[in-house]
């Protein structure tokens, strides 16, 4: 683990909880954990400087999104995906945002336009981005495909988009946005998607949304190892923290 991860400051609060929440979910999110690192609950509490109640319960809310999974006599790990079940929830996302883009081309009021046009705009002003390093887009309002769900009006597409399914492929989606010459053409993707949107054009939007998601598809197919994420063979990633 990074010695900058901010799992090394002790947290001091009445809602232990709901910070142990944020910091793990933020630790995996950014790739500090992995898909497949093995959690030690002793390390974590000692870490955080909380006892081993309230990460339990802020490890079982990240069970519930999806981002952490238990193993009989191992403790909790990152979830992992294989690389079969990795395309095949790609090709449903496929099927769901694209979808999601078409309604929002026609259901998104100017204020949620408006809101996307910002978010691309610090997107293009994103050193990570501009340096070819990763796109790394971080959640809720900072995340362009969310407010895209948000935008197209549909309750069940939103509840997708930010749930469980979509937790773990956002742990997928930071990794492989990080291949060379990905995060620009990610942000050219998404400014195609926001400008046919804005033109109210939905056979555009979903088709641009749909060749977004199938090219993430194609990253993973050419740069993911068959035999990765699988559970007997995940590499490295049963080590525990080290002080």
């Given amino acids: 683990m990074a010695?900058?991860?901010?799992?090394?400051?002790?947290?001091?609060?009445?809602?232990?909880t709901q910070l142990a929440f944020d910091r793990i979910e933020r630790a995996i999110l950014s790739g500090d954990m992995e898909p497949g690192f093995k959690m030690s609950e002793a390390d974590?509490?000692?870490?955080?400087?909380?006892?081993?109640?309230?990460?339990?319960?802020?490890?079982?809310?990240?069970?519930?999104?999806?981002?952490?999974?238990?193993?009989?006599?191992?403790?909790?790990?990152?979830?992992?995906?294989?690389?079969?079940?990795?395309?095949?929830l790609l090709v449903f996302r496929e099927a769901v945002e694209g979808m999601a883009a078409r309604l929002a081309a026609i259901n998104a009021t100017d204020k949620q336009l408006a809101r996307l046009e910002r978010l691309i705009n610090r997107h293009e002003q994103d050193p990570a981005i501009k340096a070819g390093i990763g796109y790394f887009q971080?959640?809720?309002?900072?995340?362009?495909?969310?407010?895209?769900?948000?935008?197209s009006g549909n309750s069940r597409l939103l509840a997708f988009v930010s749930g469980p399914l979509y937790?773990?492929?956002?742990?997928?989606?930071r990794r492989f946005s990080a291949i060379p010459g990905r995060p620009i053409s990610a942000l050219t993707e998404h400014r195609a998607i926001l400008e046919a949107i804005r033109k109210r054009d939905p056979d555009a939007a979903e088709t641009r949304m749909r060749e977004h998601i199938r090219l993430s598809r194609e990253?993973?197919?050419q740069a993911m190892p068959d035999a990765e994420s699988e559970p007997d063979t995940a590499?490295?990633?049963t080590r525990t923290h080290k002080a």
């Fill in 235 to 237: 590499r490295a990633k």
């Fill in 167 to 173: 937790s773990i492929l956002r742990l997928y989606r």
């Fill in 44 to 88: 974590l509490a000692r870490r955080l400087g909380i006892s081993r109640g309230p990460l339990r319960e802020a490890i079982a809310r990240l069970e519930g999104l999806g981002l952490v999974s238990r193993v009989a006599n191992q403790g909790p790990r990152v979830a992992s995906l294989s690389k079969t079940e990795l395309l095949e």
């Fill in 138 to 151: 971080g959640s809720g309002d900072r995340d362009f495909h969310l407010q895209i769900a948000q935008a």
């Fill in 3 to 16: 010695k900058n991860s901010d799992l090394m400051t002790p947290l001091v609060s009445e809602n232990l």
């Fill in 219 to 221: 990253n993973v197919m």
